[in-house]
């Protein structure tokens, strides 16, 4: 079963900040924070990913809070193209380090 | 740098047929994990291989198969097609794979349709 739970939908206007909530109570001390996205259909793509830091790269920031139960993945500008299913997910630290994954949230940017 | 490929790009089969998907990973990475996707649904994990064996495998049953090449790229594959089986296989590639911090990179996926 997932570790994470994300709302099913959320809506943001072009232009403005997304803000991602994903709660992940039960995550272990050396358990890492993934965020993807997926564009309809097409492959998941890399966003970001933490342990107990913020982290910034060239696509959003991510902030993960001090009893890491929770993280918000922040896409600063938001654009039509970011409309997409984003996944949160804990990367289980197991001899495979395989990625289980939620529903996601369904994120629509609105012009 | 050429990404991680996958083909075919779709692929239609009939119930009980046998399907060979195929993966090229990132140059220079080692392992390769492929994923389910059901429609409507999050990608499920199925195999994970690193240095041509087996490291991993999720809850999928023996018709489900997979093999990894000496230059890294892997084949994935399904016997006795059944209608449940349509779907969106993923492959993804990471370096080593064997750390939290190793990001796996996926490719556009094979569409399986089953009819």
């Known amino acids: 079963d997932a570790k994470t739970t994300q709302p099913p939908s959320m809506d943001c206007a072009e232009g403005r900040a997304a803000n991602l909530p994903c709660n992940h109570s039960t995550i272990s001390g050396n358990e890492y924070v993934y965020w993807y996205r997926q564009i309809h259909s097409q492959g998941p793509q890399y966003i970001i990913h933490g342990l107990k830091n913020n982290e910034t790269n060239e696509m959003a920031s991510l902030i993960i809070t001090e009893d890491r139960k929770s993280s918000t993945l922040i896409l600063p500008h938001a654009t039509l193209r970011d409309t997409a299913v984003y996944y949160c997910i804990v990367r289980v630290g197991n001899s495979n380090y395989q990625l289980i994954w939620g529903a996601g949230t369904k994120l629509i940017i609105k012009p | 740098d050429a990404g991680v490929t996958q083909s075919p790009t779709h692929l239609i089969k009939t119930r009980g047929q046998h399907v060979t998907l195929r993966c090229s990973p990132i140059s220079g990475h080692k392992s390769v994990s492929w994923y389910q996707q059901v429609l409507g649904q999050g990608p499920q994990f199925i195999f994970q291989?690193?240095?041509?064996?087996?490291?991993g495998r999720g809850n999928f049953p023996d018709r489900f198969s997979a093999r990894q090449f000496p230059n890294y790229s892997s084949e994935l594959n399904v016997n006795a097609l059944l209608l449940g089986d349509s779907a969106l296989y993923l492959c993804?590639?990471?370096?080593?794979?064997?750390?939290?911090?190793?990001?796996?990179?996926f490719g556009p996926g094979t569409r399986l349709t089953v009819l």
């Open positions: 291989y690193y240095e041509k064996e087996e490291r």
């Open positions: 993804a590639s990471s370096l080593a794979g064997l750390r939290g911090t190793d990001t796996q990179y």
